[in-house]
């Protein structure tokens, strides 16, 4: 769950995918939201560490879930850190969004897939 407050849960796409994941939030009814900050999901696997980040994300919006508009877009390097000290980062909006739907395409992502640990929006 990306809205816990634990950033070793969250989401993840699938490993190495074939085209650009879509991570889609509904925000039950229309914001007006500015932008948004996001960490990378913190995981292990038989004892080793791996983050499932994103590095190049665009971001739209809409108002009724089908008709997506361009609102932003956030270009990085790796994210690091650790589930205890995350590293944080922000994609800003073009401009005040009004709207319900938002998604964030992952265009790319620094090792074996895209991940979001924590996402918050901004109003």
Known sequence: DVFDNNYATGWQSALFPNQP?????????VHTIKGFSFTPLYW???GSA??????????YS???GV???AQGDYNGTALT????????????C??????????????????YAAGFGELNAFE
Request: proline share 5%; glycine share 4%.
């Open 67 to 69: 008709n997506w508009f």
């Open 50 to 59: 791996y983050i499932s980040d994103a590095t190049s994300i665009a971001l």
């Open 21 to 29: 994941p879509d991570f889609v939030i509904d925000m039950g009814n």
């Open 44 to 46: 292990s696997f038989f």
């Open 62 to 64: 809409s108002t009724d």
């Open 94 to 111: 073009y401009q005040p969004i009004k709207a319900r739907y938002f998604k964030f395409t992952v265009l790319k992502y620094s090792n």
């Open 81 to 92: 850190g650790t589930a205890d000290k995350p590293d944080t980062r922000f994609i800003k």
